[in-house]
């Protein structure tokens, strides 16, 4: 880490200090024993810190009274940013949840940082002119193994957010995809269920392995229950779903990958087709929003098992980032645990 981010940070710790003492212009600062105590750097980078703020007009120090506010510490002031990195594939885009970028900016700007949203295909001179004075780093994406390789070399703190590969050394905040798969297949199970046929996504999306092991897993717990899947890909997709209907429409339920039970009620309504009695649905319904989505929005059956994650996995993010860039604690991996609505 180099020195002027060590710097930046604990200019930032210092005016979260000041925020949270709730001091005034002319009100003095703890002194620099006190502040160690609350702020985990070094005495010689807090020292440089405090004259650095001095050098703006942030504080004064008198000696042998100790360092006084002289302005006022607003939630505008800004000292550094978060940068968030949407990577993408060609020809193909992706968002994050609706509202989560303005959640994102809220959270960051009361912290008194600057916050940026970059959507990029690959790594770049607009990722490494993005990254100045960037204090810490989230990603989001189809991240590949180059640009990985890349984006380390900068040694700022990050977290990848959301399912996406795995990246040793990286933490990671997540869905329990696995879990939640598991518990659809049981719940469709204990409805009666005997044949559960699966609509999966493309085998490149970080989903998919999770949604078909979890469900293989909970069928192998019980017997005489058949089990078939299917991906669905490419072009003609309403083509594909209606020969699959004609194929699989018998089996007792029907599973879906989020994305694809939006496609299967498009292409029932385009066939004239009535949707299956018994459904579930995997991933997360709720566009990563605190609590259980609205049930008319899946109109499909009155027997729709559906998962959803009472936990919002960017709010998760932003508390660990902050905490890493403000207080220097440690970023931990986490998957965000599903709970079942039927």
């Known amino acids: 880490m180099s020195r002027q981010l060590k710097y930046d940070q604990a200019k930032l710790a210092i005016l979260n200090v000041i925020a949270q003492d709730h001091l005034k212009p002319g009100d003095r600062l703890p002194s620099i024993r006190q502040l160690l105590t609350r702020i985990p750097c070094s005495m010689i980078t807090l020292r440089k810190s405090l004259e650095l703020l001095e050098n703006e007009d942030m504080l004064t120090r008198c000696i042998g009274k100790g360092t006084f506010l002289r302005k006022t510490v607003v939630p505008t002031a800004r000292n550094g940013k978060v940068l968030f990195i949407n990577v993408n594939r060609k020809n193909e885009l992706s968002y994050p949840p609706a509202g989560s970028r303005e959640y994102m900016q809220f959270f960051f700007n009361q912290s008194g940082l600057d916050f940026q949203y970059l959507q990029v295909e690959c790594f770049s001179d607009e990722v490494l002119k993005a990254s100045e004075h960037a204090l810490g780093i989230m990603l989001y994406g189809w991240l590949s193994e180059n640009f990985i390789r890349s984006i380390r070399a900068l040694q700022l703190p990050m977290v990848i957010v959301g399912n996406s590969r795995r990246f040793q050394g990286i933490p990671q905040v997540e869905l329990d995809i696995l879990s939640s798969s598991e518990l659809v297949a049981e719940r469709l199970i204990r409805k009666g269920a005997k044949s559960l046929f699966l609509l999966n996504s493309n085998p490149e999306y970080y989903m998919h392995d999770d949604i078909h092991t979890g469900i293989e897993k909970t069928v192998r717990k019980h017997s005489s229950i058949i089990f078939q899947a299917a991906d669905l890909c490419g072009e003609n997709q309403p083509e594909q779903l209606r020969k699959l209907i004609d194929r699989f429409g018998h089996y007792d339920a029907w ?30 319904p709720g566009s990563d929003k605190i609590k259980c989505p609205s ?32 207080s220097n604690t440690a970023i931990n991996s986490i998957q965000i645990k599903p709970e079942i609505d039927d």
Do not use: W
């Not at 008319?296 to 980032?321: A, D, H, K, W, Y």
């Open 255 to 284: 599973i879906f990958e989020i994305g694809n039970y939006y496609t299967y009620l498009g292409t029932c309504r385009a066939f004239s087709l009535s949707p299956h009695p018994l459904i579930g649905i995997i991933g997360d």
């Open 295 to 326: 049930r008319g929005l899946f109109i499909s059956s009155p027997n729709t098992v559906i998962t959803f994650f009472r936990q919002s996995m960017f709010e998760i993010t932003c508390e660990q980032l902050k905490g890493r860039i403000i």
